[in-house]
C-alpha cells in the first residue's frame, strides 16, 4: 500500500479516487432505515476494536472502495483484509473511539480518535468505545474523519478516512517513546 516517501502521490490518488467514487455512490436510490445503518455502525466500531481485522474486513461488500490517504485505497474484502491485519499487527494497541456520529440517508460520518494507551494509565480505559473518558485524558490519539456508505446487510460499500497522515506517525513514534518500544519500522 504505502511508503512514505510516496505520500503525496498516494494522497492525491486518494482524493481523485475519492472524488469519483463519491459522485458515482451520491445517487443511490434506495435509503436504508436509519436504525438499521446505526446497528451496522456499532458493529463497526465493535470490530474496529477487538483486533481482528479479518473479522472487521468482512464488514464490506465485495467489491467496495475503501480510501486511507497515507495508505492507499483497496477494493475488496480480501484486499482491505491482506493490508489491515499485517498493518494492524504492528499496533495492535491502536483503538478507535468514536467521538460523534452522524447518519444522513446511507451516509455515516464518524469522527473517532485513534489513541494509544498512556502508559501511566488512564481513569477511563482508554478502549472503552461505548462510554470513553474525556479526550484531555489521553495523551496519545489523533482524530480522523471516517465517511462510509451502507450498502444493506450490515456492510459498506466505501469508506474514507481523513486524518493528518504526519500526525499519525508523530503520535505513534511518540508512544512508542514513551513506552520504550522500539521503532517496528
Given amino acids: 500500500m504505502s511508503n512514505e516517501g510516496n505520500l503525496g502521490k498516494i494522497a492525491y490518488a486518494g482524493a481523485t479516487t475519492a472524488a469519483k467514487a463519491w459522485e458515482a455512490i451520491r445517487h443511490t436510490t434506495h435509503i436504508f432505515p436509519e436504525a438499521e445503518v446505526e446497528a451496522a455502525f456499532q458493529d463497526y466500531v465493535h470490530r474496529a476494536n477487538i483486533n481482528d481485522w479479518g473479522y472487521y474486513a468482512e464488514l464490506f461488500t465485495d467489491p467496495c472502495v475503501y480510501i486511507d490517504h497515507h495508505f492507499g485505497t483497496v ?18 494497541e491502536m ?31 482508554y478502549d472503552e468505545w461505548r462510554n470513553p473518558g474525556p479526550i484531555d485524558d489521553y495523551r496519545f490519539q489523533f482524530p480522523c474523519i471516517t465517511m462510509c456508505i451502507y450498502a444493506g446487510d450490515g456492510k459498506f460499500s466505501f469508506e474514507e478516512d481523513i486524518y493528518s497522515p504526519s500526525a499519525y506517525l508523530e503520535i505513534r513514534d511518540q508512544w512508542r517513546k514513551a513506552m520504550g518500544l522500539e521503532d517496528a519500522d
Avoid: C, K
Avoid at 80 to 92: S, V
Fill in 95 to 125: 483503538r478507535f473511539i468514536p467521538g460523534w456520529h452522524v447518519i444522513q440517508g446511507n451516509l455515516l460520518i464518524n469522527y473517532n480518535w485513534n489513541r494509544w494507551p498512556n502508559p501511566e494509565g488512564s481513569a477511563v480505559p
Fill in 75 to 92: 477494493r475488496s474484502v480480501r484486499e482491505i483484509a491482506d493490508w489491515m491485519i499485517p498493518l494492524m499487527e504492528t499496533q495492535p
